[in-house]
């Protein structure tokens, strides 16, 4: 003999999701400390480059080409970086304080 099950017979409660996942604050701070140190080692690379080409006998012929060839792309660098960044900040909310 076969039961016939109606759907309406089940009982299903109201289920309700938890988002919050605890691993996300962690993502977070490793992901900001990533953004930090590679913003500081472009911020870095720039004063260095922008130093070389400005003052002459500051650095020797080889770092002023590096420099001269280089600088744009440290540029467009230190600007995805800080898009990066400041998109990153906006996805978790942070608050800056205004």
Aim: aromatic letters at 16%; glycine letters at 10%; zero cysteines.
């Amino acid at each position: 003999m076969r039961t016939l099950i109606v759907p309406g017979d089940v009982d299903v409660p109201d289920i309700q999701p938890d988002f919050s996942a605890p691993f996300f604050q962690g993502f977070q701070v490793i992901v900001s400390y990533l953004l930090a140190g590679a913003m500081l080692v472009v911020l870095a690379m720039l004063i260095i480059a922008g130093a070389a080409l400005a003052f002459r006998g500051l650095a020797s012929d080889r770092v002023r080409t590096w420099a001269g060839e280089n600088i744009l792309w440290i540029f467009i660098a230190a600007a995805v970086l800080g898009a990066a960044s400041g998109l990153f900040a906006w996805f978790v909310n942070f608050d800056f304080g205004f």
